[in-house]
């Protein structure tokens, strides 16, 4: 088993059950715009790329004046690249893999959440994939969920999907990861009855109908996802070769 280092970020209880789904959550009778899902992004800018360019006729001239039709390509191939990410994923606990898609092709999929640590399964059929199509991949889709470990009313369930492009538009992120989590609290926890959840979800609305208890509980998550982001970013700097990478964590009440 792999070793936690940040044991209040990501490192689950020894089962976790997520929902393959993530709500988004609104106070009922409060603003359209109160949800209590809290976002992270990471654009991911990696070193040893070339750069395609066209250099004869009309392309060639507005390549070479305005930079136009200019392709970057990345050192790191769809397969480096997974072996790679799939490594972060295991380090991070997101372990759960929803689908796995490789140039629009579904390679992988587990959307019931049929199969809650199944990340050596989806990699395989991956790799499986990258190895039958020898003309060469170029964009990945990678879907997991996971939880932080701080307690149920402090922790987000997450979800978080990668994008990564062996050849994309000069100068645009290699790596796109952007995490969705909403509080667990809103979750219904494993040794609970249906009664008891329910109960518990309508005490918790009630208090949350005060917008000063909302902010507050907003702020508390949204301050949990800055660890998770930055915990995301410390993980990936130790597996890429990173030339820059831009951070973002923001309410949807922040757009």
């Known amino acids: ?30 603003s359209a715009k ?3 899902a ?22 060639g001239w507005f390549a070479s004046n305005f930079g136009m039709f200019r392709k970057q390509i990345e050192g790191y191939s769809v397969r480096e690249f997974l072996e790679k990410y799939s490594k972060f994923l295991s380090d991070t606990s997101l372990r759960n893999i929803l689908f796995i ?15 809650p640590d199944d990340l050596n399964l989806a990699i395989g059929a991956a790799f499986e994939y990258v190895s039958q199509h020898i003309s060469g991949s170029n964009k990945v889709v990678v879907s997991a969920v996971g939880r932080t470990n701080k307690g149920p009313r402090e922790d987000l369930e997450l979800s978080v999907e990668a994008q990564f492009y062996q050849r994309h538009g000069f100068g645009k992120p ?8 909403i509080p667990s609290t809103f979750v219904k926890q494993e040794k609970e009855t249906k009664l008891e959840y329910e109960n518990r ?4 609305t009630q208090e949350l109908e005060d917008y000063l208890k909302r902010d507050e509980f ?3 998550h949204k301050q949990e996802m800055k660890l998770v982001v930055a915990d995301y970013r410390q993980h990936l700097a130790g597996l890429f070769e990173i030339d820059r990478l831009e951070e973002r964590v923001y309410t949807e009440l922040e757009g």
Do not use: Q
């Open 1 to 30: 088993m792999t070793s936690c280092t940040s044991p209040t970020v990501h490192c689950p209880p020894p089962v976790v059950f997520v929902e393959p789904v993530i709500p988004v959550f609104s106070i009922p009778n409060a």
């Open 34 to 36: 109160d949800s209590m």
């Open 38 to 59: 809290t976002m992270g992004k990471l654009d991911i800018h990696l070193k040893g790329a070339s750069v395609d360019s066209p250099t004869e006729g009309v392309a």
């Open 101 to 115: 898609e490789i140039d629009y092709t579904l390679v992988y999929a587990d959307k019931k959440n049929e199969r």
């Open 174 to 181: 290699t790596i796109e990861i952007r995490a969705i989590g």
């Open 201 to 204: 979800l309508k005490h918790l």
């Open 218 to 220: 907003r702020d508390e």
